[in-house]
């Protein structure tokens, strides 16, 4: 089968389009041929070694995966071949970057069906993301009010999405070229952080911060004022300590994401149901990955993208 792997970390000039073994499923485990393989931005970390992730070279990247299951491990209960499915991998493991890959079984759910089946690759890791930054850590319910720092991200604009959902009062930063999206996501005020300071345009506390966007560790800190006592400051870039205010009990919680199966299940549902929408900015071929990544490091790759590896 095709694939792409890095054998040593680097540039993007490490990542080859090659020939690889077909995977075989072990016990527990599931084979998907891929519809789509979502890009994301710690596939680059991991690429070039920045990452704390182990992994076994040579490794084929991409933690998101949809697909169809085409063989199945002894063992494997509640999936059928010939299933759509869709599911974040163990990003440890070789990826979906190739026209087939090797999943444990309880990584997988049934895919929506309201969507194509490549674009939902596009969910799974950004929206898990999303729900346990405002949920499991952020505590976040009805009538409260969040602050989404970076909401014209793919994270985003699932956080913006599912905090409205869940009745809180949203105000998001975002670009010009971003307002648009974020607004239809459902933000009740947006501030354009390019030509506005983000603590002059919030005015009132609120009860959870949460940051998606690269920032310094004072501008970070000087925002934690803004939230009330007692609240969250929650954040999914590590590269920058997340602060709270012991003092005023404001809690610091940084988010790495996790499997879900059960969240992820949910988070279909509203897929389907409407309540979520999957933006993908593009599909690229699968051997066009290494150029991706060369995008990626040079800031020029906005939105969600999705590879497409060739037709079995």
């Not at 990452?51 to 494997?76: E, F, K, M, R």
């Not at 994270?155 to 999206?181: C, D, E, I, N, Q």
């Not at 959870?208 to 966007?213: D, H, P, T, W």
């Amino acid at each position: 089968m095709k694939a792409v792997r890095f054998h040593e970390t680097g540039g993007p000039e490490v990542l080859r389009y090659e020939d690889v073994e077909l995977p075989v499923p072990g016990a527990g485990q599931v084979r998907v041929r891929v519809a789509g393989s979502a890009f994301n931005p710690a596939d680059g970390g991991m690429r070039g070694g920045f990452l704390p992730i182990p992994v076994t070279l040579p490794h084929v990247p991409g933690y998101d995966v949809s697909g169809t299951v085409d063989a199945l491990g002894d063992g494997v209960e509640g999936l059928a071949v010939g299933q759509d499915v869709v599911g974040f991998l163990p990003m440890e493991a070789d990826g979906s970057a190739a026209q087939y890959v090797v999943a444990p079984a309880g990584a997988l759910v049934p895919a929506p069906t309201r969507i194509p089946l490549v674009d939902a690759a596009g969910l799974p890791s950004v929206a898990l993301t999303a729900w346990q930054a405002l949920f499991e850590a952020g505590g976040l319910t009805a009538g409260q009010r969040v602050l989404v720092n970076g909401a014209g991200g793919p994270v985003g604009g699932y956080a913006v999405r599912l905090a409205k959902r869940a009745g809180a009062h949203v105000v998001a930063t975002a670009s010009p070229r971003s307002r648009a999206g974020v607004v239809a996501a459902g933000a009740d005020q947006v501030v354009d952080h390019t030509a506005t300071s983000l603590l002059d345009a919030v005015s009132e506390p609120v009860d959870v911060l949460l940051n998606l966007a690269p920032i310094t560790s004072d501008a970070f800190t000087a925002l934690v004022a803004r939230v009330r006592d007692g609240g969250v400051v929650v954040s999914t870039t590590p590269r920058v300590p997340t602060p709270g205010d012991d003092a005023r009990g404001v809690r610091a919680v940084t988010v790495f994401v996790h499997p879900d199966a059960a969240v992820l299940t949910d988070l279909v549902a509203l897929v389907d149901s409407g309540d979520l929408r999957v933006e993908i900015a593009r599909r690229v071929p699968l051997s066009e990955l290494p150029e991706l990544h060369r995008q990626a490091d040079a800031g020029e790759v906005h939105g969600k993208v999705v590879v497409v590896p060739p037709a079995v």
